[in-house]
Nanobody, 115 residues
Framework: QVQLVESGGGLVQAGGSLRLSCAVS????????INWYRQAPGKERELVAS???????SHAESVKGRFTISRDNAKNTVYLQMNSLNTEDTAVYYC?????????WGQGTQVTVSS
């Protein structure tokens, strides 16, 4: 089992920044990658960024240059630094642990960007 707890969401004005955190616990050694997804009302869930067990990262084109995924192994925490936010970034953000058995999900954190 893997447990994931997101935090750091909130209300921010356009152009502002937020840093999301995903605290990971449980069978951490079984994780191949941690992914950040988001889902806006009426839209499908979208993969935003990923970090592999080896530390390789990738970001969706829609957030490249604005969002950065990183991790602190000592704290078992993955971060999503979000800069230059715009209203289209408004969504519930989820972190997900990819394992060979199945994906695990956190409960999500709301990010709302006001114009």
């Amino acid at each position: 089992q893997v447990q994931l707890v997101e935090s750091g969401g909130g209300l921010v004005q356009a152009g502002g920044s937020l840093r999301l955190s995903c605290a990971v616990s449980g069978r951490i050694f079984s994780i191949d990658a941690i992914n950040w997804y988001r889902q806006a009302p009426g839209k499908e869930r979208e993969l935003v960024a990923s970090i592999s067990a080896g530390g390789s990262t990738s970001h969706a084109e829609s957030v490249k240059g604005r969002f950065t995924i990183s991790r602190d192994n000592a704290k078992n925490t993955v971060y999503l630094q979000m800069n230059s936010l715009n209203t289209e970034d408004t969504a519930v953000y989820y972190c997900s642990a990819q394992t060979i058995a199945k994906p695990y999900w956190g409960q999500g954190t709301q990010v709302t960007v006001s114009s």
